[in-house]
């Protein structure tokens, strides 16, 4: 018998963006909210992460890295 699979929409697979740094892979950190009355929530703190051209194999391209990476000089706009 032949396993179906989940049908999902074109958008959702193909236009998803990961909050995951293109040069050093820096991802969400995970913790918690805790209120005053000690109310804990999950949350997660995200990477600022920005869009800029940068040079990738002699080429102008499209890439999304983070601000900690652009002052380190890690990526050469262009």
């Given at each position: 018998?032949?396993?179906?699979?989940?049908?999902?929409?074109?958008?959702?697979?193909?236009?998803?963006?990961?909050?995951?740094?293109?040069?050093?892979?820096?991802?969400p950190?995970?913790?918690?909210?805790i209120?005053?009355?000690?109310n804990v929530?999950?949350?997660?703190?995200?990477?600022?992460?920005?869009?800029?051209?940068?040079?990738?194999?002699?080429?102008?391209?499209?890439?999304?890295?983070?601000?900690?990476?652009?002052?380190?000089?890690?990526?050469?706009?262009?």
């Amino acid at each position: 018998m032949a396993h179906k699979q989940a049908r999902t929409s074109f958008f959702t697979e193909s236009f998803v963006m990961a909050q995951v740094c293109e040069i050093c892979s820096k991802g969400p950190q995970f913790g918690n909210n805790i209120s005053h009355a000690h109310n804990v929530t999950r949350r997660r703190w995200n990477p600022n992460l920005q869009s800029v051209k940068a040079v990738v194999n002699g080429v102008g391209k499209r890439v999304r890295v983070c601000t900690t990476c652009i002052k380190a000089g890690k990526v050469l706009k262009g």
